[in-house]
Each structure stands twice: as C-alpha cells, then as structure tokens.
C-alpha cells in the first residue's frame, strides 16, 4: 500500500507529523491493545501533493502575509479549488484502492474524520474547528468528503482561531482518518481527570456527535480516581415546542433508563487509565458502543488546571441555584443575557453571562449556562482552554433565569445561582 494512506496498525501510523495527532493517537492506542476500529489514514503527504497538483503553494503563502481583502480572496481560492478540483492521479489511486480494502472488510458505511498536524497542543485543541463525516455510503460522496476535510483547514472559523493562536495554514497540513461506522448503542466521551480529582463520562443513546455539538444533555457518570463508579446522573432530554424559528425553545422530560451499566462505566474508566499511562498525561476520549463492545474513537491530551469549587459569598449562598454539567474551569458572575437562537445574539454584551451556548461568544462573555451539551462537549473543551466558566445540561435554564438578572457561574462544581 502506498505510503499516503497508513494502516492504523502500521507502525507509521504513530507519526503525529505524518497523520496528525488524531489519527496518531489513536493507531498508538490500538497497538497498545486498546479496542479501536480498524482504518487508515490518508496522509498529511497527500494534503501536501494535492496542493502542488493544483498550484496553491504561492496562493496559500498569501492568507497570512496580506491585507484582509487579499488575504480573504487567497484563502477563498485555496478552499475552493481543494472542494472543487479532482483529487490528484497518484493520490486518488492508493486512496480508493484503501477505500475498497476497507468495504470488503466491513459492510459499514464509513467515516472520514479531520486530522490536522496542528491539533490538541496546550492552549490550541482545536476542538470542533474541523470537519468528519459519518455515514459515507458511495465513492463519490467518500471523494467530496476527503476533499472537504482537506478544506477545513482554509474554513473561516479555522482561520480566525489560527489568527489567535500564532498559527498559519501554509505551514501546516491535513490528514484525514477513515473508518468503518460504529453502528453504536450508545456513544460519549470521558476525562479522565476532572478539576476536582475524580473521572468523568457522559453518554448517550444512539452516535456520540450529538454530545461532541453540544445538541443533548448527557447522562453524567461520576467515577473516583480509581475508576470506581461514585454516582449516576440521568439526562433530562429535550422536546421541541414553540419559540424562534431558527431554534425552537424546549422543555425538558427525564428519561428513566440510563444509556450505561455500570460495569461498562467502570469499563471505560479502565479505558481511560490505560490511554492516560500511554500518553503521560490526563485525556479527553470519544468512544461507542455496540454489539461487541465498546470501541475508543479518539484519545487526546487533557489539559486541565486542579482547581475546587468557588465558595460564594453569603449574599450568593441565599439565592436559587440550578445544577448541571461543569466544564471545569473557574468561577465568575455577570449580567444574565438569555439566547435562544444566532438571531439574539447581538444583545450580548462583554461580561455578561450567555446561554444556551454559543462557539462565537466565549470571547465576550464571563460565562456560558445552557439546557443542552456535556462537561465533553466540544464547547466544554474550548471553555477550558480559554478559562471560561461554563455549566451545560441545565434543565430549564432559560426560563427560570430571568435576562439581566446578575447570575454566578461556578464551572467546578456545575452550580448557577442568580438574584432574582
């Protein structure tokens, strides 16, 4: 097999500078005898020959070294002529030959995930910024995939984290991680360390990108250092009613059975201490469960400051409070602004206390509340990163907390108070 595509089992595979940390991470974990789906990834090398193929080389030293229209022109091109053009000869062969080997292994629909060179470093995860496809049936839709995980790294919101994190397209590349598609149960992720000491998976029924979006309330399972299961929370899950025509308000009803037994949630907890050992450090992990198991989709570093929860003062103490899912990260108060959709958003203003959550505010807010997502959220990571308090998966959120109330947010212990 060419060496632009690597089996997950190869050796290569291992190279973070060859098939991203994604993709590298995982290959290690599996060698290691954790359960992962079998693959390939398409290799950085291909991202770099398809860029040749097409002349983009110049173009693309233009995004970060011009004004903002030009700079806006060339990043424009360069995306459009990788979701545009046909994928290089010498590429496309090995590829589809690897998709082919792939199908007769598995009567799966596939998944294509992003993995970028310049992912998971301290301060800069990049989580949620690039693009996976699931469900992937055809040839063609595999190609307009793989193209399109390619011009993730050229997306305007992609762009704009770069810009803050002292990071430039031209100088980094994309591979692309394909798999079979877990045909899951129930899906979720973990930490393997929390703020407080302990360990931390969410989960819910059916695929785990629901979580990853922020689109459920997950169930919370709480587990000591150990991995011993502490306690379970079950999930309130949400129904669509009446309200803005771009989100929907909803209502919450709680739902009886929990996604996990606990034997599985202690599984995953073992899971999560051997990925830990491996990479020497605290992780975030995805996995899925189904008919054989649980399988582990993603494994990255955790980087997360031991902090304990804030001790309100006593005006704070006397005031109702909501609990919900902690993103881990500080304490802070502010002027409740209450968001239904991307349509309000402009009301916020700097240092008011936002919800449900949103990727474009954490910039502007002191803190994040929301009904919906889970302490392994992609927005949870971001918070983290940026040391933006932030409590997810709070029932009725936006009706009892009225707008322009001041509220505290405590992102360790999960709890909203506000002064009615």
């Not at 806006?72 to 030959?97: N, S, T």
């Not at 031991?306 to 005006?315: L, N, S, V, Y």
Request: hydrophobic fraction near 45%.
């Amino acid at each position: 097999m060419s060496m632009l595509v690597i089996p997950l089992h190869a050796p290569e595979a291992r190279d973070a500078n060859r098939c991203g940390p994604k993709a590298a991470n995982l290959a290690m974990h599996g060698q290691a005898g954790l359960p992962i789906p079998h693959g390939f990834c398409l290799a950085a090398d291909a991202y770099r020959a398809q860029i040749e193929a097409l002349e983009l080389e110049d173009t693309a030293r233009g995004v970060f070294g011009s004004d903002d229209a030009e700079a806006r022109q060339c990043a424009l091109k360069v995306r459009l002529a990788l979701l545009q053009q046909p994928i290089a000869p010498h590429v496309l062969e090995p590829l589809l030959a690897a998709r082919r080997e792939l199908r007769a292994l598995t009567d799966s629909p596939l998944v294509a995930r992003s993995s970028a060179l310049v992912e998971d470093r301290d301060g800069a995860s990049f989580a949620g910024q690039f693009e996976s496809f699931l469900g992937i049936e055809s040839e063609a839709d595999f190609l307009t995939a793989i193209r399109a995980c390619w011009a993730a790294l050229w997306a305007p919101r992609v762009l704009r984290y770069m810009a803050t994190h002292d990071a430039d397209p031209a100088d980094t590349a994309m591979a692309v991680l394909v798999q079979p598609l877990i045909d899951a149960h129930a899906a979720g992720g973990g930490l393997s360390r929390t703020a407080t000491g302990g360990m931390l998976v969410n989960a819910t029924r059916g695929l785990g990108a629901a979580i990853a979006q922020g689109e459920v309330a997950p169930d919370r399972y709480e587990l000591d250092a150990a991995g011993i299961l502490l306690a379970s929370h079950a999930a309130h899950q949400y129904q669509p009613v009446a309200g803005c025509v771009h989100r929907p308000l909803t209502t919450p009803a709680k739902r009886s059975e929990p996604c996990l037994m606990p034997a599985q949630v202690e599984e995953l907890g073992r899971i999560m201490r051997k990925a830990e050992a491996l990479m020497g450090m605290p992780v975030e992990i995805e996995w899925a469960l189904d008919d054989l198991g649980i399988k582990l989709l993603q494994a990255r570093p955790l980087h997360l400051q031991a902090e304990t929860p804030h001790a309100p003062d006593e005006i704070w103490l006397r005031q109702p409070k909501l609990r919900g899912q902690p993103a881990g990260a500080g304490w802070a108060a502010g002027r409740a602004r209450v968001v239904n959709c991307e349509c309000e958003i402009s009301s916020i203003a700097p240092g008011d206390v936002a919800g449900p959550a949103l990727i474009n505010v954490l910039q502007l807010v002191a803190g994040v509340v929301a009904e919906l997502g889970g302490s392994t959220s992609h927005l949870a990571s971001l918070a983290r990163e940026r040391g933006v308090p932030m409590v997810l998966g709070v029932p009725n959120a936006t009706a009892s907390i009225p707008d322009g109330a001041q509220v505290a947010v405590d992102g360790v212990a999960g709890i909203v108070r506000w002064m009615g």
